[in-house]
């Protein structure tokens, strides 16, 4: 064979109705619905920060394709940018200020992706590396929630320039303002030596858990949006169940164990997978597909790590953010899982070697 | 039937409607036609014909070399032109030896020989041989001679027949027309096989996307008797891959490196399986195929009856020709197919078919970065992480892709069909085969030369060692002699040498 028939381009001649840009497209589409109802939700400081991160990454991202040497429009044009710095203002808390957004975008990006090599060549997932980040650099404005606004929740929701100076003005947050998400609000209580039923009964109601109309992060609040994104997600066959299954299943059985064990110590399954980011993360950050598994079982075991690490994390650790923390940890056990998970290959046993003849007599 | 599980496989776009409804139609004889003398796995034939020969149709041109060859015959009578290399159709796309036929127009048949009457009386030898001088080959593409495969099986391992009319590549339509137009051949030829074979279970698989072929096979395959099964098998690339049709019908795994007669199974296609019937009842050796002339660029698809030998462009002719400049000529499914650089070059037996793809068809874009998502790892037949080899070998690590399972790769491209990076995973793979098999060439021919020198050196050392014996025994020989004749003279050797 001579070198030029060697590097010949070879077929398939067909292919998918299928690229990058469509997957972010997707992943994207299923985040309006939160999206819109969260901005309607905390109003319009949520709103600046969100378009502050997403141009921020988007700006910091062109400068590294730049100087990477490498083609800025259609690299930027596959959208991973845009939906990176989308699920970091997901978990941002939503008057946090304008500041927040951008250093945690460059973070994102250019310590989370392109020290790395860029798309695809990253261990971990840059909107958590950059979540992480902030929350130790900056533990106040990372960890000062807000009430909900929005449906006549509070008397007067902060009007644009209110949210201009909310956002941009750099005098924080008007006390009245302020409260706890659920998840902290029980573990301060539990901290307080308060049994888990009272903490939790006191905290929010199940219904607005669900909902969303409560404190937390930016996007991470309406459960029931972020499963309909979810479900969205399958349907386009953008994921697969694999890793939200495997995510969500070894919380709840763990929270519910110990629930059943120690009702007292561990709230149950419903208030574990409500809050905390718990669907935001199953459906949209442990199934980025750079940074967990290739293999479907390698998923089912990084998913099951996520879902195990964070109730820990959250349970003895005392960080409502255990599922960024549990996510971080394994991305990096990754490139373990995959050497580990391999499927078995056609004609070979588990241990790759070939199948023997008398076992088919 | 219960039907196993296959891991993997894609959903392609088939594109047979195209062609599906159009009957087989013969291609106007050619006015020449150039008939390759190697157009199956193994050596070329070696020509028993000379240039200004007249031949006649049917007529044996090349006889087969070696225990895997295969003859090639006159596709119709008429005048050798030549004898010279011609690039064929031929995966390698290198120059091949090849006969130039002018057709004389008489269309003469050479004398056949005679129909074998009850093939079910013969022996499996008796009909290999006629098989085997028929110059019958594998028509899915592989093109291996179908005689080794009768002859190999004839050992009695064989249990299975199974015969693949799954024709999974999109566009191609050749097989599901010969299915619908000529199931009666077939059935014969599957029977015949069987036979030959000792073969106690005939299952032929033919995909769901085929409703009339089954229809029609299975109501052929009935006035026969309940011995023949007709399977429908799900309408996923790539059923029709020999390893994952096995499995899928007879629940048997081929070992890693063994052939299907390893697990008792011998796969054959539809087509084959007529053109054994041709030869058997008949005695007319393979000097035609039906071929699909399809692709978006084509003004009107067609099977045709093809001569072996004719012209790529003599195809897209009789097919209304081309409605814009073909983005991309295949030889067979847009799959597996093979480029095509010409249209002045002729089809083989292993041809199926012929695209004319448009641009719009083979959705080109820039191969960019991996981004782990996994598709090619669910898609792969074979369970394999294509992405990880793919990248072991951009990293020219080919030991390790070749312990991660490059050499179980069918090269199907369901995986690079997938990715949604539009990586050319297939390319890679293809890449590091054939730079191993060039490496391997290389430390043969170094193990060669490093041989030849050792044995050059040795041959040197003996020579000189021989010289040095030699010398040293004339000197033996020369001292011993003085001595004798110094005792013959009564003289000792001291004196002599003192008195010298
Ligand atoms: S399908 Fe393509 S992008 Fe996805 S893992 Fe495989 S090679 Fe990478
Ligand atoms: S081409 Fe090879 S690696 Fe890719 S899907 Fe087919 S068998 Fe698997």
Known sequence: MTAET??????????????????????????????????????????????????????????????????????????????????????????????????????????????????????????????????????????????????????????????????????????????????????????????????????????????????????????????????????????????????????????????????????????????????????????????????????????????????????????????????????????????????????????????TLERLR | MKLFRIRGGVDVAHRKELSSEEPIMPLPLPSRLYVPLRQHGGAPAEPVVSVGDRVLKGQLLAAPQGSVSAPVHAPTSGEILNIGRQITAHPSAIPQPTIVLESDGCEEWVDLPPPIRDPFAASAASLATRVADCGIVGLGGAAFPTAVKLDAAARGTVDTLVINGAECEPYLTCDDRIMRERAGEIIDGVRIMAHALGATRIVIAIERNKPQALDTMTRAADTVGPEILIVAIPARYPMGSERHLVLLVTGREIPARRLPADVGVSVHNVATARAVHRAVRVGEPLISRVMTVSGGAVRRPRNLEVPIGALVCELLDAAGGTTEAPARLLAGGPMMGQPLHSLVVPVVKGTSGILALAASEIRTAPEQGCIRCGTCVSVCPCGLVPMEMAALIRHEKLEQAVAVGLHDCVACGSCAYACPSHIPLVQYFHYAKGRLKQLGHEQRRRDLARRLAASRAERLERIARAKREAVAARKAAAAAKKVAEAQAHGDGPVGSAAGS
């Open chain 1, 6 to 355: 060697i590097t010949e381009p070879s077929g398939p001649y067909a292919h998918a109705d299928w690229s990058v840009r469509q997957i972010m497209l997707r992943v994207m589409a299923a985040l309006v619905p939160a999206t819109v109802f969260n901005a309607w939700v905390f109003g319009w400081p949520a709103v600046f920060l969100f378009a502050v991160t997403v141009a921020a990454a988007l700006i910091a991202e062109a400068i590294c394709l730049w100087l990477a040497g490498r083609p800025v429009g259609a690299s930027l044009a596959d959208g991973s940018a845009a939906l990176t710095a989308w699920l970091l203002a997901f978990s941002l808390p939503p008057y946090a200020p304008w500041w927040i957004g951008m250093v945690g975008a460059v973070i994102a990006i250019v310590i989370g992706k392109h020290i790395f090599g860029g798309l695809g060549q990253n261990l971990f997932n840059p909107a958590m590396v950059a979540r992480v980040a902030l929350l130790i650099s900056f533990p106040v404005p990372m960890t000062l929630y807000v009430l909900p606004t929005g449906f006549g929740l509070l008397a007067a929701p902060p009007g644009f320039l209110d949210g201009l100076v909310i956002t941009f003005g750099g005098q924080g947050i008007p006390d009245a303002l302020s409260a706890a998400t659920a998840l902290s609000a029980v573990q301060t209580q539990l901290g307080l030596g308060q049994p888990a039923t009272v903490a939790v009964a006191s905290a929010v109601a199940p219904w607005r858990m669900a909902a969303g109309t409560m404190a937390g992060s930016l996007g991470e609040t309406s459960a029931l949006l972020l499963a309909a994104g979810g479900v969205y997600l399958l349907w386009a066959r953008v994921i697969t169940w694999h890793v939200p299954v495997a995510l969500a299943g070894s919380m709840a059985l763990l929270s519910g164990l110990a629930n059943a064990i120690d009702p007292a110590r561990f709230p149950g399954a419903d208030f574990t997978l409500l809050t905390g980011a718990t669907v935001l993360g199953a459906f949209f950050i442990a199934t980025d597909p750079v940074t967990s598994p290739v293999t479907r079982g390698g998923q089912l075991v990084f998913g099951a790590g996520c879902g195990l690490l964070s109730w820990v994390i959250r349970s003895f650790a005392g960080y409502p953010e255990g599922l960024a923390f549990a996510i971080l940890l394994m991305n990096a056990a990754t490139p373990l899982i995959d050497r580990g998970m391999r499927p078995r290959v056609h004609g070979r046993t588990r241990h790759g070697r070939p199948l």
